[in-house]
T-cell receptor, first 116, second 113 residues
Framework: ETGVTQTPRHLVMGMTNKKSLKCEQHLGHNAMYWYKQSAKKPLELMFVYNFKEQTENNSVPSRFSPECPNSSHLFLHLHTLQPEDSALYLC???????????????FGSGTRLTVV | KQEVTQIPAALSVPEGENLVLNCSFTDSAIYNLQWFRQDPGKGLTSLLLIQSSQREQTSGRLNASLDKSSGRSTLYIAASQPGDSATYLCAVRNTGANSKLTFGKGITLSVRP
C-alpha cells in the first residue's frame, strides 16, 4: 500500500447506472487528483483539489462529478457513462498543488472501470 | 505546452543486463522529475524523485539522472531481473502556479529469464 487507498478495485457498470469511486489518504497531503489512464495514451489529468477546493477541471464531461469533503477524501461520481469511459482511474495526492513543489506525488492502485 | 517523450515504447532484455530508459521533455522550466513503475492493471509506484537543482538520485539498483538544460532524464537499472518487468513512466512537474505533472506514455520493459 502506498498510503493512498482507492475503492473499489474493479467496477462494471451499465450506461444508465450511477456509481462512485472513492479515494482516501492519510499522508497529511492537502492536494488530491483524479487521473484517467486509457490504453496506449498518457495519463490524463481530470481534476485537482487543493485544500478541498477544486482548482482545475481539465475539460472533463459533466457525467464525471468530483467531490472533496475534506483533504483526506476524494470521490468521483459517475452517471450515464459511455463505453469509451472504460479505463483505469487513478487517484493521487501531494503536499499541495501551489506550495512547495519539491514533493512528489503518491498514487493509489486505481479503479478499473468497465462501462457496458 | 510541456511534452514528455519516452522512446522506445517497449524493450526486451535478458536477465542480468544493465539498461537505460530515456525520457525527454520540451520545457526545461521544471520543479522536479519523477520516475514511476506500473505493473499491469495496477497503480503507479514512485521510484525516484529528482529536484530541478539535482543531477541524480539513487535507490538500490536504480539510478536516475537529470539534465534540465537539455531536457533529458535517464533511469539506469543495474543487473536487471525478471521482477523488474513493468511499465516505467517519467513525469515532470512544471514551474508556475498550480503546476501539475505531465506524463510520458511509458516504456514497457520485459526482462527474460
Amino acid at each position: 500500500e502506498t498510503g493512498v487507498t482507492q475503492t473499489p478495485r474493479h467496477l462494471v457498470m451499465g450506461m444508465t447506472n450511477k456509481k462512485s469511486l472513492k479515494c482516501e489518504q492519510h499522508l497529511g497531503h492537502n492536494a488530491m487528483y483524479w487521473y484517467k489512464q486509457s490504453a496506449k495514451k498518457p495519463l490524463e489529468l481530470m481534476f485537482v483539489y487543493n485544500f478541498k477546493e477544486q482548482t482545475e477541471n481539465n475539460s472533463v464531461p459533466s457525467r464525471f462529478s468530483p467531490e472533496c469533503p475534506n483533504s483526506s477524501h476524494l470521490f468521483l461520481h459517475l452517471h450515464t457513462l459511455q463505453p469509451e469511459d472504460s479505463a483505469l482511474y487513478l487517484c493521487a495526492s501531494s503536499q499541495d498543488s501551489t506550495g512547495d513543489r519539491g514533493y512528489g506525488y503518491t498514487f493509489g492502485s486505481g479503479t478499473r472501470l468497465t462501462v457496458v | 505546452k510541456q511534452e514528455v517523450t519516452q522512446i522506445p515504447a517497449a524493450l526486451s532484455v535478458p536477465e542480468g543486463e544493465n539498461l537505460v530508459l530515456n525520457c525527454s521533455f520540451t520545457d526545461s522550466a521544471i520543479y522536479n522529475l519523477q520516475w514511476f513503475r506500473q505493473d499491469p492493471g495496477k497503480g503507479l509506484t514512485s521510484l525516484l524523485l529528482i529536484q530541478s537543482s539535482q543531477r541524480e538520485q539513487t535507490s538500490g539498483r536504480l539510478n536516475a539522472s537529470l539534465d534540465k538544460s537539455s531536457g533529458r532524464s535517464t533511469l539506469y537499472i543495474a543487473a536487471s531481473q525478471p521482477g523488474d518487468s513493468a511499465t516505467y513512466l517519467c513525469a515532470v512537474r512544471n514551474t508556475g502556479a498550480n503546476s501539475k505533472l505531465t506524463f510520458g506514455k511509458g516504456i514497457t520493459l520485459s526482462v527474460r529469464p
